[in-house]
């Protein structure tokens, strides 16, 4: 099916902010990356784009709807602006930057949640933001634990061929912490800790699967779109690859990434259509981001990696079985419905004429509210 005019009008907006800004932004990090900086707040920044793209596409594209959850979208987008002028800062002061994003993340999520609720439930139903969604708790529950088996299952398989190519490896060799009272307090404190810090997590999910997600399986169908939006979101971490990731080895980090973003966008993909909830695949990129900093008893352990190809290949052959069986669910049957889910169908292309009286033409049907 074809994009109509406003989703192709759309669509340009969220690509200008959603790989525009994070390209250019690509020039201060090269900068910083010179100088011997860190470029860690421009990656938690870059997160918070694809969001901004499309809530501005919204807002520029329906400026009369007025079911849009628009106090939520402009705390967003002020918290996105001020995010971006603290990762400018980093290059007079990269330490005070690195405190001052943790504190503009944790106040502007916890100011967002408020605006999320003023909004109004109807503004959160359009805005494609409602917690409740087809299943109902049964299902979201259900579906995070999956994905917590199979990402416990993914650490389990790779551990196991470490002791078998070298018997004598430790946790420790192997780039866990065994600092167990510390493993303990950051597991038990995850959950807690989603509150005042799931603005950026909701920065990509919202942008990836609740807005661009459901253009692309219209354009090209259920599977095949979600399987392009995952190479468009591989793609997009190109600047955090070369100069966050793995500046020495950027080029195999790239290919893993793409790798890792459609396996990943394939179950996070399952996980939107099996419950019709932005926040499952919210939750779920919190969970895949945070452990590997829990088990590996650090936060730098994504920066400045070494990736052989080799690497690229094992992670590629574990991650697709892990990961991309999801498509074969009975879930993928129909696309997702585009926001703002209530509004009325725009046609592709002007509609014939009519020979239907007046009187007995149908009303607009509305896109379902869940």
Known sequence: M???RTEK????IFFAVAFGVPYLMGVAMALVHSMGGSTSVFASTQMFYPAAGA???LLITRRGDKLLPRRFYIGFLALTAVMVAIAL???MQPGLALMLSNYA???????CLVLYF???RARRTAGGLRLGGAGGGRAIVLTVLLFLALYLGRYAILIAASKLADPSATLADMGFTTDWLYLGINLAVLPLNFF???TPFLGEEYGWRAFLQPLLQKRFGPRRGVLALGVLWGVWHLPLNIFFYSPSTWLQSLVNQIVLCVCLAAFFGYAQHKTR?????VVLHYLNNNLIAVFAGTTSVIENQVIGWADVAVGAVLLAALYLPSLASRFWKEPLPCLPLDAPAEPAAPAAPSDVPAGDKQPPQYGPLN
């Open 89 to 91: 800062t980093t290059f």
């Open 55 to 57: 809530m501005l596409a």
């Open 196 to 198: 005042l810090v799931y």
């Open 277 to 281: 909830t932005v926040w499952v695949p």
């Open 9 to 12: 009008r759309q669509l340009a």
């Open 2 to 4: 074809e994009w109509t």
């Open 118 to 120: 003023v909004d109004g």
């Open 105 to 111: 993340i944790i106040l502007g999520s916890v100011v």
